[in-house]
């Protein structure tokens, strides 16, 4: 394998560890605001345990939040794509 091989090799697994550790990032994240948002939300005197309203209303929040997030990823990661395919071809018409 020649060195060049060998140091896109590594390139990509560094990158690809790089991109793990963003998603893992964002995944904490979202726990930590879902949490703090469906807690404030629902829980008006916290004690030993959650009746069912508190429980009912935790579960419809937290469903409510994942789509929203998910929804907003979707667009995002979309609006990366178009904006890269953009850039490629931005330097494809200057050659």
Known sequence: MSEMAAAN???????????????LANAQEMLSKMTE?????CIQKPGKS???????CISQCM???MDAWNLVSR????R????????????????
Do not use: P, W
């Not at 090799?9 to 998603?23: D, H, N, R, Y």
């Not at 667009?75 to 979309?78: A, D, E, S, V």
């Open 9 to 23: 090799m590594e390139k990509g697994e560094l990158m690809s560890q790089v991109k793990q550790q963003i998603a």
């Open 37 to 41: 948002k469906c807690f404030k939300k």
């Open 50 to 56: 959650l009746d069912n309203t508190e429980q009912r």
């Open 63 to 65: 469903d409510r939040f």
């Open 75 to 78: 667009t995002y990661g979309n």
């Open 80 to 95: 990366l794509q178009r904006e890269q395919y953009r850039t490629m071809d931005s330097v494809e018409m200057s050659n």
